[in-house]
């Protein structure tokens, strides 16, 4: 396509949300209009399913539930009167509390204020209160945060360790939805345990984010913890970030949660339009379904050109894999379907990986994240009318640019600065465009089965674990890997046995191991 031909599309294509300052250019991916006619009637229906979704309808069927994180930045859309006032009444508690912390009234017993927060949480209760500290914390905020997001016993002693000094002032929130999920009970465990050891009570620092009535939620309320602020069953985790989730991380912070909520609101009426050309979100899920072929054939690579926007990728990594990534459609039909993502930033991409996504296995498309502005304030210029913005704008056109040319499709979303309403504008977007796509083709974004099978199976290996320990206990001699599995009643798990023992060996368990370690069959076991 010549530069005429091209400039023509570009204008055809590009859509501006003047409230926003919102820009979306879709014109580098090379739909022609007979594709676009074709997915009118698919459109059709994923507009009015989406429709329905706002209105209550059960869009969740396997766990026979509602999917109302729209409500949250709208609360007159949610479906009772109830329901409206509990999501209005619960950003009014948290502004109140976090008032009351940032003020002192609410204080810890050994210091004036509160200064720092573990934030305790996995998924989304991690990724998108990271991607919005990263992205709009101020450089001095009223509480730093930190984030335990695994389960991993050198990352919670590293969060631990840094703030050893500090614990006495540190607020920490704990976030579970049915607060039995493993990650982070265990690391609020970890935490307990921390702050007895400093004879500290853990309940004078501790804050519930979880269900009502949830375990957490009953022993929040029997140890009498400072805070509990509620989640609904209604909103998934990795659409929770405008929910208590994130609501109340942010605050403390010092972010603008009321400007988030409205960016979010502000293109979540832009994405109910029921016009292709007219819908950011639909341009996307148009833009996602041609690159794959409706398939997931192409990774989706998302390219933040702005450091604040890093976690960016991470936080989409979520969204769109767990709600899309799905063996079976609505009828039962398996189907395979998903789109991978992944992302860094420019223009760290330049000296990266885009000598591979231009000359590379083309199987991706690329989301170039752009913002207007450099900075807060005059910039210095490098060379004669030059400045590091011009660069980094430079970088990210010629990338665009250079893909095009050998034939690697793009999207560009553009934005007028990283500000809580533009984050939360992009949030919101993306939701819409994980919804509409889903309509498209006709799966589920709101389950996630694959998870749960994985939380399964990690249960098993721990009650195999404790099956092998107590088979080890009534030997009267070592054994080898295969007379413990069998003496364990898990002879087809020899493998897994195997490796429960090789950890416990590790890490000084009381497990012992005689022989060759690189010969599994001369290896003995027993207990100390």
Do not use: C
């Not at 002032?169 to 702050?195: C, D, H, Q």
């Amino acid at each position: 396509m010549d530069a005429t031909a091209l400039w023509q599309r570009y204008q055809e294509w590009l859509y501006f949300h003047e409230g926003l300052g919102f820009y979306l250019d879709v014109s580098r991916m090379r739909f022609d209009d007979a594709f676009v006619d074709a997915l009118q009637p698919k459109f059709a229906k994923a507009f009015a399913d989406m429709a329905e979704l706002e209105k209550g309808a059960i869009a969740n069927p396997d766990e026979n539930r509602m999917v109302g994180h729209y409500w949250l930045r709208n609360p007159d859309l949610a479906p009772t009167p109830e329901l409206t006032q509990e999501i209005v009444a619960t950003v009014e508690q948290i502004e109140e509390f976090v008032e009351k912390v940032h003020t002192g009234a609410i204080h810890p017993p050994k210091a004036p204020r509160y200064t720092d927060i573990i934030s305790i949480g996995i998924g989304g209760s991690a990724l998108g209160p990271q991607f919005v500290a990263e992205a709009l914390a101020p450089d001095f905020p009223p509480l730093a945060i930190h984030f335990i997001d695994n389960t991993d016993p050198a990352g919670i002693d590293r969060v631990l360790t840094q703030l050893r000094n500090k614990l006495s002032s540190t607020l920490v929130l704990v976030i579970s939805k049915s607060g039995g999920t493993p990650e982070p009970r265990n690391g609020m465990f970890e935490v307990k345990t921390a702050y007895a050891r400093q004879n500290l009570d853990f309940a004078n620092y501790a804050i519930a984010i979880t269900m009502p009535g949830s375990k957490l939620d009953e022993q929040a309320k029997a140890e009498k913890w400072l805070m509990r602020f509620p989640m609904y069953d209604w909103v998934g985790g990795r659409t929770s970030e405008l929910s208590t989730v994130g609501l109340v991380p942010a605050a403390l912070q010092g972010i603008d949660i009321k400007a988030m909520l409205e960016g979010a609101k502000e293109m979540d009426d832009a994405t109910r339009v029921p016009d292709l050309k007219q819908n950011p979100a639909a341009l996307l899920a148009l833009s996602w379904y041609y690159a794959g072929n409706g398939k997931g054939e192409k990774d989706m690579v998302v390219l933040p050109y702005k450091d604040s926007l890093l976690l960016f990728s991470r936080y989409l990594q979520q969204l769109v894999m767990e709600s899309l990534g799905k063996e079976k459609d609505l009828e039962g039909n398996t189907v395979h379907q998903g789109i991978a993502v992944y992302g860094n930033k420019g223009s760290t991409d330049q000296h990266a990986y885009v000598q591979q996504l231009r000359e590379g296995v083309p199987n991706f498309f690329a989301t170039f994240i752009e913002v207007l502005e450099d900075r807060q304030g005059p910039s210095p210029e490098i060379e004669p009318g030059i400045t590091a913005g011009d660069y980094l704008s430079g970088f990210l056109q010629g990338t665009r640019q250079a893909l095009y040319e050998n034939h690697r499709d793009s999207i560009t979303v553009t934005i007028p600065q990283v500000n809580p309403r533009t984050v939360g504008a992009l949030i919101a977007l993306y939701d819409r465009a994980v919804g509409l796509y889903a309509s498209l083709v006709n799966i589920n974004a709101y389950h996630q089965p694959g998870v749960e099978a994985g939380k399964k199976a990690a249960a098993s290996i721990l009650e195999l674990q404790t099956q092998v320990v107590t088979a080890l206990k009534t030997a009267s001699s070592p054994l080898t890997i295969a007379e413990l599995a069998d003496k364990a009643g898990a002879s087809t798990q020899i493998e897994s046995v195997y490796m429960i023992i090789r950890h416990l060996h590790a890490n000084q368990r009381g497990v012992i191991l005689e022989g060759n370690l690189g010969q599994l069959s001369s290896l003995k076991v027993s207990l100390k």
